[in-house]
């Protein structure tokens, strides 16, 4: 009896190796499926399915003005192409090309051919270039911000940013080196100091900054501050200013989020009614964040609440609200940041068949934090319908 159990336990210690290798290569084949499990859902994070979106178009309540939402930048620079199947993936690998991918996306800013987005999620600022397609870091690793909120570039190729984590305003030469940050303005505590939203006025710097409500001006050629804006018209008090922007007549358009208005300025000295007022109405705002200006005096601004574009004529007459309708088009989730283009900043592909049509109508570029959808092109035009579908 004795010798049996000790050969049964010499048999139990030379099958001990074996069991170890087995389980060995048991774990190891579960990290190889969990490895291509994860490379296929990074793939399909990126949008490489083969459906492509298909236009929609909307109707202001007049009947003169049209938006047609053209779809998802990323598709429209690069087309989205079939995956691999899963044993195809399994063998080989997935070899999709990468393709761009955004993770919070916040302010927009347009330089020449490339539009600069402020990435919170990515901690940095990414360029892309929209003919191309070619996305880079603005920097190096050594200069990127840690939270990047808004942008703002000057005609002579500045660059600054807004780096939330910090409250400070980094600024870049042409050359997108990093050249310094702006001090703390007269009118403002270090602890008081907190930047939101940035736009240029020829030469002067516009600083939205929230606690108290405000938008700090600073001269760029003197380096110094000057005297903040702090009420709007009629002595209507800034409370959050969360956009920024300056039409080409020189008026300055502050964004209220709490407020839920856009005040107005003409050449920064003379307040004029504001644009938009609380509610869930057509016409209303309700959490405001950015707007743009486009050339013809049409004021798109984005809402966190309405999920939606909120579209006025240049005195304040609402036109259309661009937001979902199911199951033509889901709409955004959070819209942030919002930039016009031009038409020959279009990408290539897309300037090519909109060009029957292009020199009438106007851009939009918005910018969504939370959606699948990172940034969203749009089209305006007045008169007949939009030309037909990219």
């Known amino acids: 009896m004795k010798r049996r159990n000790v050969e049964t336990s010499k048999r139990r210690k030379a099958n001990r190796p074996h069991t170890r290798a087995a389980g060995a290569s048991v774990a190891s084949l579960a990290v190889a499926a969990a490895g291509c499990f994860l490379i296929g859902g990074c793939a399909a994070d990126g949008g490489t399915h083969d459906q492509r979106f298909v236009p929609f178009l909307i109707e202001g309540p007049t009947h003169d003005l049209h938006a047609r939402v053209l779809g998802n930048l990323a598709d429209l620079i690069e087309p989205p192409r079939p995956r691999p199947g899963a044993l195809e993936r399994i063998l080989f690998g997935d070899r999709t090309p990468p393709r761009m991918r955004l993770r919070t996306p916040q302010g927009l800013a347009m330089l020449e051919g490339d539009l600069l987005v402020c990435d919170q999620g990515r901690s940095a600022v990414i360029s892309v270039n929209l003919p191309s397609g070619r996305a880079a870091f603005l920097a190096d690793a050594r200069h990127l911000p840690d939270a990047p909120l808004d942008i703002a570039v000057g005609h002579d190729g500045r660059i600054f940013v807004i780096d939330a984590a910090r409250a400070a305003i980094i600024e870049y030469d042409a050359a997108r080196r990093r050249v310094g940050e702006l001090r703390v303005p007269p009118s403002a505590s270090t602890s008081s100091f907190a930047p939101v939203s940035l736009a240029l006025s020829a030469d002067v710097l516009c600083v939205g900054c929230t606690g108290p409500g405000r938008v700090e001006r600073f001269d760029l050629p003197r380096r110094e501050w000057l005297a903040p804006i702090s009420t709007g018209y009629d002595g209507i008090s800034i409370v959050a200013p969360t956009g920024l922007c300056v039409a080409e007549d020189g008026a300055l358009y502050v964004v209220d989020a709490v407020a839920a208005c856009v005040h107005r300025f003409s050449d920064m000295d003379v307040a004029l009614p504001p644009i938009g007022r609380p509610g869930r109405g057509e016409g209303e705002l309700l959490r405001p964040k950015h707007a743009c200006v486009t050339p013809s005096g049409l004021v798109a601004v984005t809402d ?25 088009w889901p709409g955004f989730t959070l819209p942030c940041g919002i930039v016009r283009l031009d038409g ?10 909109l060009a029957p049509h292009q020199e009438a109508a106007e851009y939009l570029l918005v910018s969504d934090s939370l959606g699948d959808v990172s940034l969203t092109l749009v089209e305006l035009q007045r008169g007949g319908e939009p030309g037909g579908a990219p």
């Open 304 to 328: 966190a609440a309405r999920q939606s574009v909120v579209v006025f004529d240049r005195e304040g007459r609402f036109e259309l609200e661009i937001a979902r309708n199911e199951p033509h």
């Open 344 to 353: 020959s900043a279009l990408p290539q592909g897309v300037s090519a068949e």
